[in-house]
């Protein structure tokens, strides 16, 4: 090529990179201090912060012409080598409101993850739909793709700032939410409250980490930015790019059975008493069973009664739903039910082993529980692990009774790859002091049905109603061994999970 060919394509190009550089500036330099000053990243800061390094590779920059990017990054890249693709609301560039253009690219984003398989993750901080007078006709919405996304792709969503209207809608129909300190969240903002119904708050106490967390909406909270994209990365460390394929065990553990491998798990007799009404940490017990004391709790301050947690055994990424003897004994509220159905089909769909650990006197009962909707919720959370089609785990460690017993998967032809209980769990539909109150039974026949209640794990065993009574010193191995087993029996190639979408 001579250079006067060369040369001929000298203002094409200079033409394309003004316009590059036009929308790599967001909403100019000075918008761009201002927003770190708050001790924000801006939008393309943040990607650099998920993404692997170099691994970036933008669409749509020239959306919007004149309008940076039309107010929203995309791309795709990596995440621990897995590629992704990602959406960065642009609070520099008019808000990151969403016009006709940023409206096409978050569905291309959608389109994108669905179509090559992939991961999806959106950042947000953005006023919702700008008020241009433009129409949209019958012009596509990218939440139409984000539900086709749901339970195919693991969809992840960051808030980072201010989130209102349509691109707040993102978040509930994500598997996993996080929330800066300085992020809200909410349906409208605080001046279209103001104008609408005349009350007058701060975005912080809308839709704030002290409304967002308690309500469930967003699951995590985390200092800044940083903090929740890092959580981002790790959270997708335990999932398949989709669900046309499995887990696979963590690459960085070492060839140590120190880590991976079988060990005993004495501990278990210090941690949990024998004593029914004594209790403990849950938290301790997956500390000794899992690989390490480094998992991850989903939602740890919303219905506390049960832990939702992505861990590994034996290497392998694992999801345990445990019931948390410190709170409400164990009782499982409408809350922690809720939080566990969502858990359970975010599992069951990425094909994550689920590992039941049960210590519950049943579903919470009383007159604020059934105003809070315990039987529904507990409906969903029973649904949700009876259709699970992943391979399911069962240790009932104390006390399982009534509807708590089997939400936690203890039931029989409920598809456990392995179900264990500890001697002495006891069980029944409910324990033998409520059923003595409830039957006036005098001092013998409490005595009496406290003995049997006793006794009911060997019951139990006699009629196959587990599969074995185990010491607590063999907790890790037997679930280390099941879990083994199990992931033999998987078809070589699986296939999402058909529901029509995951429950917020």
Request: net charge negative.
């Amino acid at each position: 090529m001579t250079s006067t060919q060369t040369g001929a394509w000298d203002e094409t190009l200079d033409d394309l990179d003004t316009r590059r550089k036009r929308s790599y500036a967001m909403g100019g330099a000075e918008r761009v201090a201002k927003h770190r000053a708050k001790g924000k990243l801006d939008a393309r800061a943040r990607i650099r912060a998920l993404l692997d390094p170099g691994s970036f590779q933008e669409f749509g920059t020239l959306v919007g012409g004149e309008i940076a990017a039309d107010a929203i990054v995309t791309g795709t890249g990596e995440i621990n080598g897995t590629p992704v693709v990602v959406g960065a609301e642009d609070f520099t560039t008019f808000a990151g409101t969403i016009a006709p253009g940023s409206n096409a690219k978050r569905y291309r984003v959608a389109e994108l993850a669905l179509r090559n398989r992939i991961p999806m993750v959106m950042l947000l901080e953005g006023a919702g739909f700008r008020p241009t007078g433009d129409h949209y006709g019958r012009t596509p919405t990218d939440l139409l793709m984000q539900a086709q996304c749901s339970g195919k792709v693991p969809i992840v969503t960051a808030v980072l700032g201010p989130s209102a209207g349509h691109g707040a809608l993102v978040a509930p129909v994500s598997d996993f939410r996080v929330m800066s300190e300085q992020g809200s969240i909410f349906t409208a903002g605080p001046p279209v409250v103001r104008a609408s119904t005349g009350e007058d708050i701060a975005k912080e106490d809308l839709g704030g980490p002290t409304v967002a967390i308690p309500s469930g909406v967003i699951h995590n909270h985390y200092a800044d930015d940083l903090t929740c994209l890092s959580e981002v990365r790790r959270y997708l460390s335990y999932f398949p790019p989709s669900a046309w394929s499995y887990p696979m065990p963590r690459p960085d553990d070492p060839d140590d059975p120190e880590v991976t491998g079988p060990r005993d798990s004495s501990e278990l007799l210090e941690v949990v008493s024998r004593d029914n009404r004594r209790v403990y940490d849950m938290h301790d017990v997956l500390d000794i069973v899992l690989d390490t004391d480094d998992w991850m709790e989903i939602q740890p301050t919303f219905g506390q009664a049960v832990i939702c947690a992505m861990g590994h055994l034996g290497g392998h990424p694992v999801a345990v739903v445990a019931n948390q003897p410190q709170v409400l004994a164990g009782s499982i509220d409408a809350a922690a039910a809720n939080k566990a159905a969502h858990f359970i089909q975010v599992a069951d769909s990425f094909h994550l082993p689920l590992i039941f650990l049960a210590d519950n006197p049943g579903m919470l009962p009383g007159s604020k529980s059934e105003r809070e909707g315990v039987l529904l919720a507990g409906g969903k959370m029973f649904a949700a692990q009876t259709t699970a089609t992943t391979l399911k785990l069962h240790l009932t460690l104390r006390k399982a009774y009534g509807f708590g017993s089997m939400v936690m998967s203890l039931l029989g032809f409920d598809n456990q790859v392995a179900a264990f209980a500890y001697p002495g769990a006891t069980m029944g539909a409910m324990g033998a002091g409520a059923l003595s109150s409830a039957s006036g039974a005098d001092a013998d026949m409490a005595k009496q049905l406290r003995d049997m209640e006793l006794a009911a794990s060997y019951y139990s065993a006699e009629m196959m109603g587990f599969d074995e009574l185990i010491d607590p010193r063999e907790t890790r191995n037997q679930l280390l061994f099941a879990l083994r087993r199990g992931l033999y029996s998987r078809q070589a190639t699986p296939e999402p999970v058909q529901r029509t979408a995951i429950m917020p």
